[in-house]
């Protein structure tokens, strides 16, 4: 199979090109979640998109946003059919892999000052430590007020780091297993050495006062305002091109990241559909997609509910016709083969960097487990508007069947007894601090997912 390279003449790489770039933008402006649907908002409302709060009637060609604690958000584009009809739906998480702060984070340890964290997702912990990491987040204080925290990304901002112990005195660290070359507790950031001014019988704790001085004055936060933070330790610097000719990126967060604005590029561009256009945008996926901004919470059957409400009248059938009805691709990346490492692919069935857009008929482990396992009628329906676009595409599974595997929200949504598949792009180095991918892939998801709102059926 050759590679989308080989099919693309000069006016199409320049395309390529060009939207590689916003997308980069749109990962330097994004690193968490609540910045994401930050973004998200922002370049929704330049194309038209309304928050649902502001509208009265819901009729063909509205554009809406549901916006669920700033850290989930649904967007519809509503078509001609009726909503009971069923959607078109493109579904992906705005979470990624990362390090989070503690909620007593702050301690002074022999005149340095640390914070204590908690890993978020699956990591290989090793790979967190000696980088400059930025400070990302909010701080919510007792009087309503929300300090939005970005520390590390301008050039002129100061970074924080996990430390790692130094290879002359590792002899023993060495012998341990990758799970245990770095402990889950041993994930403490540095964040300061000076101490403040001594005063009268004070000789302890000076680094953390000092520190403690600059997040008041610099901040406005106070020690016991990390009680009422949501602050995430992410890698610091922009997205970069990756290759002598440029044909990559390495960033953090493409796990998801890299479909969630795929999937909101096709929405935001799509005109006048026949069905109802849905992309949701997800956060807790890394964890089980859990909790009330999960995958697996109410909001979007209650943002359908809402619609349906607006529309003509709700019903309960009325919202399981509208669901089970519905098609889905479910948004997320796929493991890339690494000639680094080929023994845990089987060749066949493996995703590889630029042959287009990856789907997965399941994910799971093993035998299937915890997948939704898509229909081969759906999967035909599929490759026929693929087909007909000249769209690149590849099937491929996580894995060798018994060397591991993973998840997405697609099981989530299949259990509304509608019709989803996993869709996505191959990623090398998936959940370390930094991934790989190609552009190609990229501009072919985000074809591909276009073509799924207008005619998919």
Same mark, same amino acid.
């Given at each position: ?38 973004? #998200? ?75 204590? #964290? ?36 301008? /050039? ?45 019988? /004070? ?68 005109? /006048?559909?026949?069905? #109802? ?181």
């Amino acid at each position: 199979m050759k590679t989308i390279w080989e099919k693309y003449d000069t006016k199409k790489r320049n395309k390529v090109m060009a939207f590689s770039q916003e997308y980069k933008s749109f990962l330097d402006h994004a690193k968490t979640e609540r910045e994401a649907v930050d973004e #998200t908002i922002r370049l929704a409302r330049k194309e038209g998109f309304k928050e649902f709060k502001e509208i009265k009637k819901v009729k063909a060609g509205d554009k809406i946003y549901f916006n669920n604690r700033g850290k989930s958000i649904a967007l519809f584009l509503i078509g001609k059919d009726p909503l009971e009809d069923g959607m078109n739906i493109l579904g992906a998480h705005i979470d990624s892999p990362r390090i989070d702060l503690k909620q007593n984070p702050l301690y002074e340890d022999n005149g340095l000052v640390l914070m204590d #964290t908690h890993y978020y997702g699956g990591i290989k912990k090793y790979q967190w430590v000696a980088l400059p990491l930025a400070i990302h987040g909010v701080v919510c204080k007792k009087d309503g007020k929300v300090i939005k925290v970005a520390i590390g990304e301008d /050039e002129k901002d100061p970074v924080v780091e996990i430390s790692d112990l130094l290879i002359h005195l590792s002899r023993d660290q060495m012998q341990k297993t990758g799970s245990k070359v770095v402990e889950g507790e041993d994930l403490n950031a540095l964040v300061g050495s000076i101490p403040a001014k001594e005063e009268k019988d /004070e000789k302890d704790g000076l680094v953390k006062k000092n520190i403690l001085k600059i997040l008041k004055e610099d901040y406005d936060i106070e020690e016991e305002d990390f009680i009422s933070a949501e602050l995430e330790l992410v890698p610091a610097g922009k997205a970069r091109d990756l290759g002598l000719d440029r044909s990559l990126i390495m960033a953090y967060g493409h796990d998801d990241r890299i479909c969630a604005y795929t999937s909101l590029m096709a929405i935001l561009e799509s005109r /006048e559909p026949e069905r #109802t256009s849905a992309c949701i945008l997800t956060d807790k996926e890394e964890i089980g997609s859990v909790g009330a901004t999960g995958a697996q919470s109410a909001f979007f059957e209650n943002c359908v509910a809402e619609l349906l409400a607006k529309t003509d009248s709700l019903s309960e059938l009325k919202l399981r016709h509208c669901l089970e009805r519905s098609c889905m691709l479910s948004s997320d990346v796929s493991a890339g083969f690494d000639p680094n490492y080929p023994s845990v692919n089987e060749p066949k069935n493996t995703a590889y960097l630029g042959k287009g857009i990856s789907f997965n008929k399941f994910t799971g482990s093993g035998g299937k487990g915890g997948s939704s396992d898509a229909t081969p009628e759906y999967i035909a329906k599929i490759r026929k508007i693929l087909d007909q676009n000249k769209i690149v595409y590849q099937f491929s599974e996580l894995g060798r069947v018994d060397q591991g595997g993973g998840g997405t929200i697609a099981y989530i949504l299949a259990n509304k007894n509608m019709d989803v598949i996993d869709a996505g792009i191959a990623v090398q180095n998936m959940h370390a601090p930094y991934e790989v991918a190609s552009k190609g892939d990229i501009y072919e998801a985000y074809q591909a997912y276009k073509i799924f709102l207008k005619e998919m059926a």
